[in-house]
């Protein structure tokens, strides 16, 4: 897979998250409107968070970090008998695994829930509505567990679109039964639209891996060669998803402490960081999923050289999308998510405590993205242990950074935290890969980074020359001064010589 094809991925996955992320934003509009900031958008939030975060572990983590690198490495050796055969266990593996984890997770969810939001125990009606929420929620770790399972199989045959859809039948499902459900049962339609979401998220990928050959067979068993060295590198895998669920835990924690943050803090969290999760998912995600398999096939082949260009084009595409990306949102942040969502429940303080978050979140969105590259290029070598490494210190710097700058800047100490932390952890993991693998093209990157971050300021600097006071924008306002955003980008990033805006236009008039 060529730079060319590279980029087509990433367009199939990119094309995928942006419609599942324009339905999610519909999705959060609506449950906005029908619940706002409170008692049942929090109790939600959390719920939907336990068995959701879980999901990194057994779901997409294990996928990135193993799954898709040893099976590549047997496609490699054109053993497509060994391939189906050891695809068929990891499916009967996944299941046992999930099933047992999430009837551990009904029976502790009381304890689970007093230990994840603690600022919930002094109100019963917000802790009982939570813990009954999560105990019904909770099979959702088996479909979306799943789900990833089927992705990482297809993924590591290089087919990417009918997994990259799949979120968006779940946006759909949420959507549909905040609408209609909602109304009559309350709050628990929500739990209803993601067990019915999960389930059909699952079976989008059912017919594609059968037309692959790909089929569920319990009698292959538990044991293979494969097995067992999927399981060492899971096991840094899972300590490394343990320390950063711990961070998101946290986070969870200390916003759920109204008597500092502010009430709604949760809930806020949550809408800021879906704001941020749309082109880091479009883009950052899309290009990382996609790089995946071919830096682990470069790997496998030993072609090093390849390899290195692959993680520095990868890097400099992500720094041209994301810091023009990361302007847009810290100056237009508070028009967005007035007309996205600010009706119904969701009051001005609502708006006003979400963008506080949104801002500061906007700081680490290229780190964001960076460190799902490198990741993504320590799994392809078969190396877990040393992302874990790194994100650990990250951790620990987010936890002390969170305590000192929760109380001067209320819900956006910890997103300033957050974005400090991952800004750390992207350098460690840069230079750590750099040794590894001898340079590749950090000139090269710096320069890119350097002009893309010139060309973003010139934007945001007359945005807020233009806008001044942006918050009364309407819906074509808001439009005109995204789309005066992107022009003065571009002009920007061509009078500043930007490469990859070259490549981009070479790429363009050659898919013409």
Not at 121 to 150: C, H, Q, V, W
Not at 186 to 200: A, E, F, H, K, Q
Not at 223 to 237: D, E, T
Not at 341 to 370: D, K, M, N, P, Q
Request: aromatic fraction near 10%; hydrophobic fraction near 55%; charged fraction near 15%.
């Amino acid at each position: 897979m060529n730079k060319e094809h590279l980029i087509k991925s990433t367009g199939t996955i990119g094309i995928a998250t942006a419609v599942s992320r324009v339905l999610g934003f519909i999705r959060d509009i609506i449950i906005a409107k029908y619940f706002g900031t409170s008692l049942a958008a929090q109790a939600f939030v959390v719920a939907f968070r336990i068995p959701n975060s879980l999901r990194d572990l057994v779901g997409e983590g294990a996928t990135n970090a193993a799954v898709v690198p040893v099976l590549t490495s047997y496609r490699a050796k054109g053993d497509e008998k060994e391939f189906l055969h050891v695809a068929r266990i990891l499916f009967n593996i996944s299941f046992a695994l999930l099933s047992c984890l999430t009837v551990i997770g009904i029976i502790f969810s009381p304890l689970i829930v007093r230990l994840i939001a603690p600022g919930f125990i002094s109100d019963p009606e917000k802790l009982e509505l939570t813990i009954r929420m999560n105990r019904y929620i909770f099979p959702y770790l088996i479909l979306i567990g799943l789900t990833a399972y089927s992705m990482g199989v297809l993924n590591a045959i290089k087919h990417f679109a009918a997994p990259a859809f799949g979120p968006a039948i779940l946006n759909i499902a949420l959507i549909a039964t905040v609408i209609w459900l909602c109304p009559v049962i309350g709050p628990m339609g929500l739990v209803v639209g993601v067990l019915i979401g999960g389930t059909l998220q699952l079976f989008i990928n059912v017919p594609v891996l059968y037309r692959r050959g790909i089929t569920i067979n319990f009698r292959d068993g538990f044991r293979h060669p494969a097995v067992k060295k999927i399981g060492k590198l899971l096991v840094p895998r899972a300590v490394g998803s343990a320390v950063y669920q711990i961070n998101i835990f946290v986070d969870t924690i200390l916003a759920s402490l109204a008597w500092i943050v502010g009430s709604g803090g949760v809930a806020a969290l949550y809408y800021a960081n879906r704001l941020i999760q749309f082109p880091l998912a479009i883009f950052g995600l899309a290009i990382a999923q996609a790089a995946l398999p071919k830096l682990s096939g470069e790997f496998a082949s030993n072609d090093i050289k390849k390899m290195r260009d692959t993680i520095s084009f990868s890097l400099r595409t992500v720094f041209f999308i994301m810091l023009p990306a990361s302007f847009g949102l810290a100056i237009l942040g508070r028009p967005i998510i007035r007309l996205l969502f600010e009706r119904g429940e969701f009051t001005s303080y609502s708006t006003g405590i979400t963008e506080s978050a949104l801002f500061f979140y906007s700081f680490g969105l290229v780190a964001y993205s960076g460190i799902k590259i490198l990741v993504s290029s320590f799994y392809s070598m078969h190396d877990t242990m040393t992302p874990v490494r790194t994100a650990s210190v990250a951790v620990i710097l987010n936890i002390a950074l969170n305590l000192i700058l929760m109380w001067p800047l209320k819900l956006g100490g910890l997103a300033l935290a957050t974005s400090i932390s991952a800004t750390f952890n992207f350098l460690m993991l840069y230079f750590v890969l750099a040794r590894r693998l001898g340079d590749f093209g950090s000139r090269q990157t710096a320069d890119s980074f350097i002009r893309v971050l010139a060309a973003s300021a010139i934007m945001g600097g007359v945005l807020k020359i233009l806008l001044k006071d942006g918050s009364g924008l309407d819906v074509r306002g808001l439009i005109a001064a995204i789309s005066v955003s992107i022009a003065v980008f571009f002009a920007a990033a061509y009078l500043l010589r930007v490469k990859e805006l070259k490549d981009l236009k070479g790429w363009i008039l050659k898919r013409r």
